[in-house]
């Protein structure tokens, strides 16, 4: 959790919820949101010119899968 807080917020185009960037792999991220579950974690690729997400992966059971994609 303290990583989660720490995170710099995603700022997306469409995006509801605060979600906060994990890791960043250039095109690709890890982000995630906190939950009444805790946390839900979710990988996106960035659109084109970065203002926007798109093909996103989220993980609500699954979480050592998270960091593999």
Same mark, same amino acid.
């Given at each position: 959790m303290t990583a989660m807080e720490a995170a710099p917020q995603l700022k $997306?185009?469409?995006?509801?919820?605060?979600?906060?960037?994990? $890791?960043d792999f250039?095109?690709?991220m890890l982000a995630g949101a906190s939950s009444k579950y805790g946390v839900q974690?979710?990988?996106?690729?960035?659109?084109y010119d970065r203002t926007g997400v798109v093909h996103g992966?989220?993980?609500?059971?699954?979480y050592d899968a998270a960091p593999t994609l």
């Open positions: $997306a185009s469409g995006l509801d919820g605060d979600y906060r960037i994990l $890791a250039g095109g690709t974690f979710v990988t996106w690729d960035w659109d992966h989220y993980f609500m059971e699954n």
